[in-house]
């Protein structure tokens, strides 16, 4: 997941929009593989994960930590990257192609977020450098986070095409519709944020159990 060596099929699963140590570990002892630190300002879930790397550091070290960035410029990408804590990006923005090949001559880890509108939405996945890619639902004033999800097949009919890309499915996904999602698309991972919250930045932690028990059972 996010460039890190991969050893068996199983369903990767991400936890997005962690603010505090508690829930991160929630997450890890739930199953997950990898939780999202959010660095943009903008976010309702932001975090400073400098301020914070008192606790990010404590997490055991097979919890893939993944920041997340948005239009960052790449002297700020560069340095978050190079965090001790951090071990990948997820870059969530309108960042294009040519960045995002800078990121990968300086061996940064990172995925590339397409806000998925349609199938010509995903025409130039492969311009982006990375073998992983995340399909969320098209901005409402926000970057990731917006609860709503997007008609499924367009995913599905992506995987089908791309069976070398690591296709993380975001957008929406819930307790209640994780496993139709996933036995839908057949993704490589799943990425969710609003559907385990209690409130923007709190996980709700029975939520969050009962998400990834659905997902790996699906």
């Known amino acids: 997941m996010f460039g890190q060596e991969i050893t068996s099929s199983r369903l990767r699963i991400k936890i997005c929009g962690i603010t505090n140590c508690d829930d991160a570990m929630a997450a890890q002892e ?4 990898a939780i999202g630190l959010n660095c943009f300002r903008g ?3 932001y975090l ?11 997490l055991p070290s097979t919890l893939i930590k993944v920041a ?6 790449f002297e700020e990408a560069l340095a978050t990257s190079e965090l001790p804590f951090i071990d990948a990006l997820q870059l969530h923005g309108d960042e294009t192609p040519e960045f995002c090949a800078e990121l990968a001559a300086a061996e940064v880890r990172f995925g590339k977020a397409i806000a998925v509108s349609g199938d010509m939405s995903l025409e130039n ?4 450098s990375t073998d992983t890619i995340v399909l969320d639902s098209v ?12 008609p499924w097949e367009i995913a599905r009919r992506f995987v089908q095409a791309q069976p070398p890309v690591r296709v993380i499915l975001a957008g929406g996904l819930t307790p209640e519709n994780v ?11 799943i990425d969710v944020t609003t559907g385990v919250e209690s409130r923007p930045a709190k996980k709700n932690h029975l939520k969050l159990k009962r ?3 659905t997902a790996l059972g699906a």
């Open 43 to 45: 976010s309702k879930r």
């Open 125 to 128: 996945a492969a311009a982006f």
């Open 139 to 150: 901005p409402n004033g926000v970057f990731g986070g917006s609860g709503t999800t997007f």
């Open 211 to 213: 998400f990834i028990d």
């Open 68 to 73: 997340i960035v948005v239009n960052a410029s």
């Open 30 to 33: 739930c199953g997950a593989d």
């Open 179 to 189: 496993r139709a999602a996933i036995r839908k698309v057949r993704p490589f991972g």
């Open 48 to 58: 400073d994960v400098e301020r914070a790397a008192h606790w990010i550091g404590t």
